[in-house]
C-alpha cells in the first residue's frame, strides 16, 4: 500500500471518515505520521473554539475581578481560583460524570457527555479562567497617564473602555496570553485521557500516539512525531499571535514595540 | 481504606519530587552557564526540549523509555551471551534476569517500581522547569556582587557557592513558588502512569455498587468523589499560597531588591 493510499485512507480517520480499521500490525512510519496528524484536528477543533470563545468569558471575568462591586468581584475572583487552582485532570473527571448524571436524570444536557462538547465546555471554562487573570494583571498596569487623559477628553463609560481601557489592557496582556494560548493547545492532549471515551476511535493526537505506543511497545516512533506536530502547531500560534501583536502595537514607535517572548512555563 | 492512603501517595510524591527536581534544576541550571562548551550545550538542550514539548507526552514517553532503558543496560551487564536481538518486530525483549523488576520479585516491589519510575519522570520535567527559574535568578544577581567577590580574590567556585547560590533564591522564588502549584496540579497524572493514586480509587469506589458485591450499595458516586478530589487541591492551593507567600516575606528580608526595600520602609 503506497503512502498517498495510507493518506487517503486515514487522513480523516479521527472525523470518522476513510478506513473504519485501524492498522493492526506492521505499522509503517507513513501510517503514524497521517494517524497522529488526523487526530490533531481534534487539537485544533478544542484549542481553536475555547480560545476564541473563552476571550470574551475573560475579558468579562477580567472586568468583574476589578469591579468596586463586591457582588461582581466576589464570584469572578471564585471563579477564577477554583479553575486555577484545581488540575485540568480532576476538572475534566468531575465535568464527565457531571454529564453522565445529567444524562441519567434526563434533564436534556445528556449531550455534554460526547467530548466535542464536553470537553469543550471545560476547556473553554478554564481558559476564560487563566487569561481573565492575564487581562486582570494587565487591566491593573495600565498607565495611569491614559485613562485621565481619557477622562480629559470627555470620554466616559462604554466610550472610554472601547477606545482606551480595552486595545491597552490587550496590548499589555498580549505577550501573556500568547503562552496561555500555546498552552490551551497543549492541554487539549489531555482530553481523551480523562473520563471523555474515544468513540469508534476517534481520538486525538496523543490518542493515537499512545495506540501505536502500545501496539508497538516502542515509544521513540510515535512520541517524537507528535512532538513535531506540536511544535509545528505552536510555531502557527506564534506566527498569528505576533501579527495581532504588531497590529496592536502598530502606534508605537519601532523599538517600543513589546517582542513576544514565548516563555513555555505552564501544566495545568 | 486504600482510597485514604492513595492521598498519601501524592503527598509522597510531591514530597520526593519537589528536592529532586530542584537538584536536577540546579544541575540544568549550572550546567548551562558552565564554562565547558558540551557541558552547556547539554544544560541548554535539557531546558529547551523538555519545555517544548506538551508535559503529558513526557509522561507517557518517559516511563516506557526509562524502564526499557533500565532493562537495557542490565541486560547488557548480566546477560552478556544472549544472542537475540532485543527489539523482535514490535516486542521488546530481554533476559528474564534482567527483567525490572524481577518476575519472582513480590508486588509491592512492582508497585514500588512504579511509583520509581514516575518520580523519575516527574523529576527530569519539573528538573527541566526549576533548571530555566534557577538559571534566569543566577543571572539576575547583580553583577556588582560577582565582581566584588573576584575583586575579594575568589576563584569562580568559590564566588559561585558563596555569593550566587545564597542571593539566587530570592530570584527565583517567585518561578519557584510557580512551579510548585502546577506540580500539586500534576499529580493526577500519576494515574496515567498506571499507579494506583486517588483518581483511580475516586473511579474504583465510586462506581456503581450493587449489594451482590459489597455491603453498602451505592448508585454512581464517581462524580462526588471528584467533586472531593476538586475540593482537596483548592485546599492544598490556598495553603500553599499563604506558606509561600510567608517565605517570600522572610527572603526579602535584607535583599537589595524592591521587595526588601519595602519590607525595610515598613518595618522604619
Known sequence: ?268 | MAFYASFGTVLLLLAVTAPLALAFGFAGAAAARSALLPLRWFGKSYIAIVRGVPDIAFFLFFVIALDQFFEWIRHQALCPDWDQPIRQGNDFVVCAAAKLPLNTAPQWMHEGYGFFLAVLTFAIVFGAFSANVLFGAMRAVPLAQMETAAAYGMSTRQSFWRILVPQMWVYALPGLSNLWMVLIKSTPLLFLLGVEDIVYWARELGGTKTSRFTDYPHGDWRMWYFLGLLVFYLAFTKISEIVLDRLTRRLNHGQATSGGEKLRRAAA
Open chain 1, 1 to 268: 500500500m503506497s503512502c498517498w493510499q495510507t493518506v487517503q485512507d486515514y487522513a480523516f480517520r479521527s472525523l470518522g471518515y476513510g478506513e473504519r480499521l485501524l492498522p493492526r500490525s506492521d505499522f509503517t512510519l507513513c501510517e503514524q505520521v497521517t494517524l497522529i496528524g488526523s487526530g490533531m484536528i481534534w487539537n485544533i477543533y478544542f484549542g481553536l473554539f475555547a480560545l476564541i470563545s473563552g476571550f470574551f468569558l475573560a475579558v468579562l471575568v477580567a472586568l468583574g475581578k476589578a469591579s468596586p462591586l463586591f457582588w461582581v468581584r466576589k464570584p469572578s475572583e471564585w471563579f477564577v481560583f477554583i479553575f486555577r487552582g484545581s488540575p485540568l485532570f480532576i476538572q475534566f473527571f468531575f465535568a464527565y460524570f457531571l454529564f453522565l448524571s445529567f444524562r441519567q436524570a434526563d434533564v436534556g444536557l445528556g449531550w455534554l457527555t460526547n467530548a466535542w462538547a464536553g470537553a469543550l465546555v471545560v476547556l473553554f471554562l478554564n481558559t476564560a479562567a487563566y487569561s481573565a487573570e492575564i487581562f486582570y494583571g494587565a487591566l491593573q498596569s495600565i498607565p495611569k497617564g491614559e485613562v485621565e487623559a481619557a477622562d480629559a477628553y470627555g470620554l466616559s463609560g462604554w466610550k472610554r473602555f472601547r477606545r482606551v481601557v480595552f486595545p491597552t489592557m490587550l496590548r499589555l496582556g498580549w505577550p501573556a496570553y500568547t503562552n496561555e494560548a500555546i498552552f490551551l493547545f497543549h492541554a487539549t492532549a489531555l482530553v481523551f485521557f480523562t473520563g471523555f471515551p474515544a468513540q469508534q476511535q476517534r481520538g486525538d493526537a496523543l490518542y493515537y500516539a499512545n495506540y501505536f505506543a502500545d501496539k508497538t511497545f516502542n515509544p521513540f516512533v510515535p512520541y517524537p512525531i507528535l512532538a513535531v506536530f506540536f511544535i509545528l502547531m505552536t510555531l502557527a500560534i506564534i506566527g498569528v499571535f505576533s501579527l495581532i501583536n504588531t497590529r496592536l502595537n502598530r502606534h508605537l514607535p519601532q523599538q517600543k514595540r513589546p517582542k513576544l517572548r514565548i516563555r513555555p512555563q505552564i501544566i495545568r
